[in-house]
């Protein structure tokens, strides 16, 4: 019997007991991807902040006008000075 076939008569419980929230959280189907993808090696998952940041600043440098940062910083709930760190690509947050 291939994996496509043992996969109908997975359960929940099957699953190692610390994985078991991840299941719940993005389905079997998901999961084996996750595991066929890791091929036994630990994968590191980065905080949702660190993916929004990439997202945030170059939305940041798209509205920049050279003017704006002020408004920019009330707008993304950032100081007037981290903007214009953004902007000219230090980026220290």
């Not at 003017?67 to 000075?81: D, E, G, M, R």
Request: hydrophobic content about 35%; aromatic content about 10%; charged content about 25%.
């Amino acid at each position: 019997m291939d994996n496509d076939e043992l996969v109908k008569y997975m359960e929940l419980s099957d699953v190692p007991e610390t994985y078991q929230p991840i299941v719940s959280l993005i389905g079997l189907d998901a999961f084996l991807k996750l595991c066929s993808y890791g091929s036994g090696s630990e994968i590191y998952f980065p905080m949702q902040e660190t993916i929004y940041k990439k997202v945030r600043n170059k939305l940041i440098l798209r509205e920049y006008n050279g003017y704006n940062h002020i408004q920019l910083s009330k707008k993304y709930n950032l100081t007037a000075k981290h903007i214009m760190n953004i902007v000219k690509g230090s980026n220290s947050a």
